[in-house]
């Protein structure tokens, strides 16, 4: 028998179809709120509010019935909330205040859009962007609900695992009730500049959509044992477990001084420490410290405006380096540094000597498909001085003998970590002719993924052994070596990052990693 149907796929009303078909096919949605064009960027925030919060409320629902085994009555759907604006002319109407800033404006005429998560977490940040694209275009903003759906999964509050409590039948029977999550709607064609709108779609105004954000925060949950919510807009990476120890020890002794700046000290399994003299709220769970550390994990010193530091142990290798500045980019920090040991290449620098990174050598291969190998990764002067002026204060170093025991010049990162044994000394070779300074596995890496994903990055290095120089690791010696070196090299880059916040970090999204035709979101 063939049935009416409409031009949405969905059987026509008053078509002789049987209750049950009818149910099977139409959709289970929440309460539609109708687009609305703002002004007020206040008001624009809060129709985003309503409409995600009134569709994981739905999806939430109706997984809980679901598990407790009760059929619904469709296929149970929500949508993300998008944002959009229509500009007509190449003009920024802006001040001249937002006007030199490298975000906040589209590239020209056209329909811009994106999907936008989570609310809760990024209010401050989609407030900015609101505020800054309506100064600069002097158009609406559109909010509506969006025709991208929510996969049930992103719905889950934190802790949440009620799908675990189903059988495996009906586990199986999710993919026919639940949109589940899509790889095809969160790739980074955006980031990559590879994206390319089909005729009649709106141009992009974010990196990223809303399920490769939503995708990503559930990674870093895994990947780092903190949530989401406690990363700080100031992230230092290592390669090293030394630095980790030394920063929870900084960490649980700010938190013993009642006038630190910092609020608390988050570890992994969202163990809150707070501040000596503080109350935390009668609702904060202080978490619970995990039976074994994650893979990545994640410590944050958490300050009122999120300007704290976070810091991760990326382990060793530039996969685990790409994997996590993948899923910390969505958070859109104000920059990332990278403090870890190298192998130092010149027969002129001395174990426990700095390396300030002024260019990379791309021999990590994990970032060749979406970045190719002919982009340059240049410094950010403003990291560069501030990393700089770090060393200085901290080593109570100046001019000359500042660069005795810090040079600056080309990393390189290879994937390779027994580089220096291949027969050929092809690698020597090459790095020989970079002139390259050091030798490292991850900092290239995350400097190139700072790049693509227009977040400020950083790196300094000490020097920890000189392979080419028959000057290796030894116990004895190493152990002397990271007591000596991991609390100053830790030291300077919380001093840089320190001094990134005082001068503002406007003056770090610089216009170096905005192309010429930039979405408008920072």
Not at 25 to 53: G, K
Not at 237 to 265: C, K, W
Not at 296 to 319: E, K
Request: overall charge negative.
């Amino acid at each position: 028998m063939l049935i009416p149907i409409d031009t949405n796929g969905f059987p026509r009303h008053g078509a002789k179809e049987s209750q049950t078909m009818h149910n099977s096919l139409m959709p289970h949605l929440p309460t539609f709120i109708a687009p609305a064009r703002f002004t007020d960027p206040m008001a624009a925030l809060a129709r985003v509010r309503e409409i995600y919060d009134g569709g994981i409320d739905h999806l939430r629902d109706a997984m809980q019935r679901f598990v407790a085994g009760e059929t619904l009555p469709g296929h149970v759907r929500a949508c993300y909330p998008f944002v959009r604006i229509q500009n007509d002319t190449v003009a920024r109407l802006g001040s001249s205040e937002s006007a030199r800033l490298s975000y906040g404006f589209v590239a020209g005429p056209g329909r811009f859009e994106t999907t936008l998560s989570r609310p809760d977490l990024y209010a401050d940040y989609f407030l900015e962007q609101f505020t800054l694209l309506l100064a600069n275009h002097q158009v609406e903003i559109e909010i509506g609900t969006s025709s991208q759906p929510i996969p049930v999964h992103f719905s889950f509050a934190e802790n949440e695992h009620i799908e675990g409590n189903l059988s495996a039948e009906r586990r199986q029977l999710m993919r026919d009730v639940f949109d589940l999550p899509d790889l095809a709607a969160m790739d980074d064609g955006i980031a990559n500049g590879t994206y390319e709108p089909r005729p009649g779609e709106p141009q992009p105004l974010a990196l990223f959509t809303a399920p490769r954000v939503d995708y990503s925060l559930h990674r870093l949950r895994h990947y780092t044992g903190t949530a989401p919510e406690h990363f700080q807009n100031f992230v230092l990476y290592t390669n090293y477990q030394f630095y980790i120890d030394e920063f929870v020890r900084l960490g649980h002794e700010a938190m013993a001084d009642p006038h630190s700046e910092y609020l608390a000290f988050v570890e992994p399994g969202n163990v809150v420490t707070p501040r000596a003299g503080t109350t935390p709220p009668p609702n904060l769970d202080l978490g619970k410290a995990p039976a074994r550390l994650p893979q990545m994990p994640a410590y944050h010193l958490l300050r009122a405006d999120r300007s704290g530091i976070s810091m991760v142990n990326i382990g060793v290798g530039p996969s685990n380096a790409k994997t996590i500045t993948d899923h910390v980019a969505v958070l859109r920090p104000h920059a990332w540094i990278m403090l870890g040991h190298c192998a130092g290449l010149h027969t002129t620098q001395r174990l426990g000597d700095y390396v300030l990174a002024h260019g990379y050598v791309r021999e990590d291969h994990v970032l060749d498909e979406e970045l190719p190998l002919w982009v340059p990764i240049p410094a950010l002067a403003e990291i560069q001085v501030a990393l700089e002026a770090a060393v200085s204060e901290v080593t109570q170093l100046k001019g000359l003998e500042l660069k005795r025991i810090m040079r600056t010049g080309t990393v390189a990162s290879t994937d390779n970590r027994n580089w220096e044994l291949l027969p050929d000394n092809g690698p020597q070779r090459r790095f020989s002719q970079s002139r390259a300074v050091a030798l490292d596995m991850e900092s290239a890496t995350i400097a190139a993924n700072g790049f693509r994903f227009r977040v400020p990055y950083g790196t300094l290095l000490c020097v920890s052994d000189k392979p080419l120089h028959g000057e290796i690791k030894l116990p004895g010696m190493a152990n002397h070596f990271y007591r000596e070196r991991v609390d100053q090299h830790l030291r300077i880059g919380i001093r840089a990052i320190e001094l990134l916040r005082e001068q503002g970090v406007d003056q770090l999204h610089s216009r170096k990693l905005r192309s010429f035709a930039e979405v408008a979101f920072q």
